[in-house]
Nanobody, 121 residues
Framework: QVQLVESGGGLVQPGGSLRLSCAVS???????????MKWYRQAPGKERELVAAITGVTLTPNYADSVKGRFTISRDNAKNTVFLQMNSLKPEDTAMYYCYAVHSTSRAAYWGQGTQVTVSS
């Protein structure tokens, strides 16, 4: 079993920044770099949407059009952690942010419990 724990959410004013972290752990044999890591978000009354993703070895990032140029996804494979740096935040970025791990071959997938981000003046 793989566990994901997000942190770093909070209340920020428009134009501000937040950095989300997701610490990942697993049983014996767990290899973090074998997982593609993703950040999703879900606002009240809306469907969950993919925000950003990063592969395990090549560290190739991908972003939703709505966050390109403002958000940066990164990972530290030595510390089993993925990050989402969010700059120039807008009220429409307000949502619960979820970390997601998917194994590159088995496709086994796991969710974190989420961290709330609220952008408001």
């Amino acid at each position: 079993q793989v566990q994901l724990v997000e942190s770093g959410g909070g209340l920020v004013q428009p134009g501000g920044s937040l950095r989300l972290s997701c610490a990942v752990s697993g049983a014996s044999g767990f290899v973090f770099s074998r997982y593609t890591m993703k950040w999703y978000r879900q606002a009240p009354g809306k469907e969950r949407e993919l925000v950003a993703a990063i592969t395990g070895v090549t560290l190739t990032p991908n972003y939703a059009d709505s966050v390109k140029g403002r958000f940066t996804i990164s990972r530290d494979n030595a510390k089993n952690t993925v990050f989402l740096q969010m700059n120039s935040l807008k009220p429409e970025d307000t949502a619960m942010y979820y970390c997601y791990a998917v194994h590159s071959t088995s496709r086994a997938a796991y969710w974190g419990q989420g961290t709330q981000v609220t952008v408001s003046s």
